[in-house]
């Protein structure tokens, strides 16, 4: 055995205090509290739109529940798939976060190769859950969607029906529309549902296949459109003399919803704070009147039950998807 002086030791132990002590605070500033710096808010589709004007509301509240500056990124392009792309991709480290769509999230894996799934997201709360409706002019022939399903039975393929394009939610209504009726319309894709709303007016479409928002949205700009019918589960406090499609007979829901999701992994005391002030800015009376004068339908759902969504909704996309490719250009 080797004994060690007193002395010695005291120099030893003196010594090791003399390198540790500059490393504690370095370590110490390797993790500062969150959020020490900005976040990002990255949207998926582009400035002016729904997603766009909530996403900027959603940053004013979360700004003032955080304590740090929430800037707002658009990422538009290929359906959603840019953004929600980059969003999956980034550090999990409560810095990036993303407006998620669905259907989208769950719809573009199934048709195409993507770089993200829904599984790759920490989802923190659901916001918005805006129906597809059908939507026709005042003036038009149809003054119900009995009337309509009748004529559509009646005339296969003559019905023109406006989305705002392939794969959208829209067109997957439409089609859950059809399957649910026993019909065939003819589906008329466009870039967004202003240009429905123009294809309406103008008699080049007949029935406009539109988010429910998006249509009181219209009306109140002085469009004469009127509503057949939505694919929610639940009539709207937003405007209550709206039928659903379910208490007309046929068993169709789906929505567009909106939420917040961050990269998989965030660490569990940033994911916990995130979603708190989610559900704190839902329950704020200023959001919700803010949300309400942009004709956002709003529905939140805890990250639990906002998962058990997504996961029902991409079961049941993937059994559509064998029906009825929706890419597929006589859908």
Known sequence: MHLIAPGRRQALAAAAVAVLAPALPAAAQQQPSWPSRPIQLIVSFAPGGGTDLLARLLARHLE???????????????????????????????????????????????????????????????????????????????????????????????????????????????????????????????????????????????VGVINFGKVLQFQKAGTALRFLGQAAAARSPMDDKVPTFREQGYDVLLSALRGVGAPKGLPEPVRHRLAEAIARIVADPEFKAQAESMFAPLRYLRPDAYLAEVKKGDAEFRQLWKEIPWNDQRS
């Open 64 to 206: 003032k529940q955080l304590g740090a500056a929430v800037v707002v990124q658009n990422r538009p392009g290929a359906g959603g798939a840019i953004g929600l792309a980059e969003t999956a991709k980034a550090a999990p480290d409560g810095y990036t976060l993303g407006i998620i769509n669905t259907p989208p999230l769950m719809t573009l894996p199934i048709e195409r190769k993507t770089s993200f799934s829904w599984s790759g997201f920490d989802l923190l709360g659901n916001l918005v859950d805006d129906p597809v409706a059908f939507a026709v002019p005042q003036s038009s022939a149809f003054p119900s969607l009995a009337s309509l399903v009748a004529y559509a039975k009646a005339h296969p393929d003559e019905v023109t029906a406006g989305t705002g394009g392939a794969g959208t939610d829209d067109h997957l209504g439409l089609l859950l529309f059809e399957r649910a009726a026993g019909v065939r319309l003819c589906h008329v894709p466009y870039k967004g549902a202003s240009d429905v709303r123009v294809a309406l007016m103008g008699g080049q479409v007949m």
